[in-house]
C-alpha cells in the first residue's frame, strides 16, 4: 500500500517562505513522476510543479516559476517544495501525488494530468495573508 503524508504547511504573510514536505511509504517503483498540486476554496485543483525520476527534471505551472522550487531527496525518499514570495493568491491546500512508470517519457518531464490515476496524499493547508 503506497502512502503520501505531507508536512510543512502553516500561515505566513506575503513575501515569506514555506517548505512543504511530502514522505512516502509502500513504493517500489524504480521510475516514477511526482508532483505538487493545490486546491484553493471554490477552485479546481491545479498542478504547481513536477519532478520525473528518469531526468531529475522539474516543471513548474507558470504562476509559481521563480517562486517555488520542487527537489526529490534520493536518501529519504522525500518530496520537497520551497516556496518563496508567496502571495495571497498562493493560499491553497497542497497536495503531493506520484505515479508509476513503465517507459521513459520521450519529452523527458512529467506533465500535469499523468497523475490522475496516481496515489495522492491528503493535503497540508497553506495560508498567506497580506
Known amino acids: 500500500q503506497v502512502h503520501l503524508v505531507e508536512s510543512g504547511g502553516g500561515s505566513v504573510q506575503a513575501g515569506g517562505s514555506l517548505r512543504l514536505s511530502c514522505a512516502t511509504s509502500g513504493y517500489t517503483s524504480s521510475n516514477f513522476c511526482m508532483a505538487w498540486f493545490r486546491q484553493a476554496p471554490g477552485k479546481e485543483r491545479e498542478g504547481v510543479a513536477t519532478y520525473y525520476k528518469g531526468t531529475e527534471a522539474a516543471y513548474y505551472a507558470d504562476s509559481v516559476k521563480g517562486r517555488f522550487t520542487i527537489s526529490r531527496d534520493n536518501a529519504d525518499h522525500k518530496l520537497y517544495l520551497l516556496m518563496n514570495n508567496l502571495k495571497p493568491e498562493d493560499t491553497a491546500v497542497y497536495y503531493c501525488?506520484?505515479?508509476?512508470?513503465?517507459?521513459?517519457?520521450?519529452?523527458?518531464?512529467?506533465?500535469?494530468?499523468?497523475?490522475?490515476?496516481?496515489?495522492w496524499g491528503q493535503g497540508t493547508q497553506v495560508a498567506v495573508s497580506l
Open positions: 501525488a506520484a505515479v508509476g512508470l513503465r517507459t521513459t517519457i520521450s519529452a523527458g518531464y512529467c506533465d500535469f494530468p499523468r497523475f490522475d490515476s496516481g496515489y
